[in-house]
């Protein structure tokens, strides 16, 4: 299991980009598929973003595809997620989560799915 770090949120108005960072450190990070969620006020978790243990794979939900992009950085050990046009409705906690022991192409989506999980970072878009 790895420990996982996020890091960039903040406020923006919209049409606005920011870019999240996580760091992992403990063992499995190659290993892991990583996603992000995010939880906006009054509402539950969802899914926003995942990339394969490789790298070469990667899905997106609907209301971010286009506008979000998620890579990483094995050698670092990091996970990001540039998010570009921000909109208000991009407003929420962010949350990165790892998926250890994936097969290679995984773009796992589900919560369950995922074993590890960071602390969130604040992320607030103004109109």
């Known amino acids: 299991q790895v420990q996982l770090v996020e890091s960039g949120g903040g406020s923006v108005q919209a049409g606005g980009s920011l870019r999240l960072s996580c760091a992992a450190s403990?063992?499995?990070?190659?290993?892991?598929?990583m996603g992000w969620f995010r939880q906006a006020p009054g509402k539950g978790r969802e899914f926003a973003a995942v990339?394969?243990?490789?790298?070469?794979?990667?899905y997106y939900a609907y209301s971010v595809a286009g506008r979000f992009t998620i890579s990483r950085d094995n050698a670092k050990n990091t996970v990001y997620l540039q998010m570009n046009s921000l909109k208000p409705e991009d407003t929420a906690v962010y949350y990165c989560?790892?998926?250890?022991?994936?097969?290679?192409?995984?773009?796992?989506?589900?919560?369950?799915?995922?074993?590890?999980w960071g602390q969130g970072t604040q992320v607030t878009v103004s109109s």
């Open positions: 403990g063992r499995g990070f190659s290993s892991s598929a």
């Open positions: 989560a790892g998926n250890t022991h994936s097969n290679w192409f995984a773009t796992p989506r589900a919560e369950e799915e995922f074993d590890s």
């Open positions: 990339i394969s243990r490789n790298g070469l794979s990667t």
